[in-house]
């Protein structure tokens, strides 16, 4: 059984410029969520989609966005990148919402903003 | 962000030792899960826990989940080299419907 892919591995970017992320679930999960990793911040909850609906938001400005496809495939969008967005982007996916089902997570999207 | 506070923040041990480290909060979960994180790569679930009191094992590490249920513990025993990473400990509350992240032990094994 595959696990949860991340595409790219690592991306530089210039301030103001904006970003796409993609993360492909573990085939079955529904949920998905997005964590940004900074050594200062360690893991921060960015939000989590299930059945194409955000069901839960951390404290991200609005810049930071997503969406999630029929196939639980997710994407997340951040723009007018800012040197602070710096960080490591981890996906991660499990069967449901709502519950306690473990996270599965990728191997991450190392995003350099310059 | 809301972080759970996990000690010791790294150690350095013989290889051979046992290890131990925790993750306490203020508030009550009802799920506590333990990660391992190498360099350049994502957390790799290691032991679920779903229940106050329980003690789970995989292999040389045992966790338990706290009967407060405010904190949990990761025990490794004789470490070895490639026991080496960042390990995270993350808990699950029904009133928020995510998981929280501990700050993260980094643990170096000398040989």
């Known amino acids: 059984k595959a696990g949860v892919t991340q595409t790219p591995r690592y991306l530089i970017k210039t301030r103001g410029q904006q970003v796409t992320l993609s993360c492909s679930p573990i085939?079955?999960?529904?949920?998905v969520s997005w964590y940004q990793q900074t050594p200062g911040q360690g893991l921060q909850f960015l939000f989590e989609?299930?059945?194409?609906?955000q069901r839960n938001k951390g404290n991200f400005p609005g810049r930071f966005s997503g969406r999630q496809f029929s196939n639980s495939r997710s994407e997340m969008n951040v723009s007018t990148l800012e040197l602070g967005d710096s960080a490591l982007y981890l996906c991660?996916?499990?069967w449901g919402t709502g519950d306690n089902s473990p996270l599965h997570f990728g191997n991450g999207t190392r995003l350099t903003v310059t | 962000g809301q972080q759970l506070n996990q000690s010791p923040q790294s150690m350095f041990i013989q290889e051979g030792e046992d290890v131990s480290m925790n993750c306490t909060s203020s508030?009550?979960?009802?799920?506590w899960l333990w990660y391992k994180q190498e360099p350049g790569e994502g957390p790799v679930l290691l032991i679920a826990?779903?229940?106050?009191?329980e003690l789970t094992s995989n292999g040389r590490l045992t966790a338990q989940f706290g009967i407060t249920r405010k904190d949990s513990f990761l025990n490794i025993s004789a470490s070895i080299p490639s026991d080496v990473g960042i390990y995270f400990c993350?808990?699950?509350?029904?009133?928020?419907?995510?998981?929280?992240f501990g700050t993260g032990t980094r643990l170096k094994v000398l040989a």
């Open positions: 085939s079955g999960h529904r949920s």
């Open positions: 989609y299930f059945s194409e609906t």
């Open positions: 508030s009550i979960f009802n799920t």
């Open positions: 991660a996916s499990r």
């Open positions: 993350a808990g699950f509350t029904s009133g928020t419907y995510k998981y929280i």
């Open positions: 826990l779903y229940k106050a009191g």
